[in-house]
């Protein structure tokens, strides 16, 4: 089957470096995502990674291992505007389509 | 370029009614999914269509349906509207291909009476 987790809330202080784990299990893969979306927001896209490594994109950074099922989302210099939920993804291509599954959400609160 | 549009964006029906949301994707791409996004479920894939064809279709009841037109505009509809059906219902367009990342429309804001 298919399942996808990562944590509900997490808290941190402004300035600092938060980690935001995600574990998958899927059959068919075509690369994990990372979104973020802000309280009454559409999600928008931060990162992608389809080969094991970590990829930096200034401030965030995104970590894959392929053999793990093993995500993290890496946001350093926290900020308040940071506070919001990010959402963990895996993409299939089952038939030729295009699905994203994503996981619950983690709901990260950025405090003073 | 104009990102995704979906209209209406908020709505209120009563049980029993029949509703259609509207989603026009970015110029250009072809792939229009549709998720439901709910406080205890997250975003759930409903379908997803490209060139007017539905690909994929995610586990949902028969009374969620949906279409797309040849300028890929895609509309979808949900019929004897229930009250576990209040959601935001997000459209996400792509290019297409697997590997591209999906814009996500402001979504429809549904409530169920």
């Known amino acids: 089957g298919q399942n996808i987790d990562q944590p509900t809330e997490m808290t941190a202080t402004e300035g600092a470096i938060v980690q935001i784990n995600c574990t998958y299990q899927t059959s068919g893969f075509n690369g994990l995502f990372w979104y973020q979306q802000h309280a009454g927001e559409a999600p928008t896209f931060l990162s992608y990674?389809?080969?094991?490594g970590l990829e930096e994109k200034g401030r965030f950074s995104s970590f894959l291992s392929r053999s793990k099922g093993y995500s993290y989302l890496l946001l350093k210099e926290l900020q308040m505007k940071d506070s919001a939920s990010y959402l963990c993804a895996f993409g299939n291509s089952g038939a030729g389509s295009y699905q994203l599954t994503f996981g619950k959400g983690t709901k990260l609160s950025v405090i003073p | 370029k104009a990102g995704v549009t979906q209209t209406p964006r908020y709505l209120i029906k009563t049980r029993g009614q029949q509703v259609t949301l509207s989603c026009s994707p970015i110029s250009g791409h072809r792939s229009v999914s549709w998720y439901q996004q709910t406080p205890g479920q997250g975003l759930q894939f409903l379908f997803e269509?490209?060139?007017?064809?539905?690909?994929n279709k995610g586990n949902f009841p028969g009374r969620f349906s949906g279409r797309q037109f040849s300028n890929s505009r895609s509309e979808m509809n949900v019929s004897t509207l229930e009250l576990g059906d209040s959601a935001l219902y997000l459209c996400a367009s792509t290019l297409g291909g697997s590997n591209t990342e999906a814009f996500f429309g402001q979504g429809t804001r549904l409530t169920v009476v």
């Open positions: 990674n389809v080969l094991d």
């Open positions: 269509y490209f060139s007017e064809t539905q690909r």
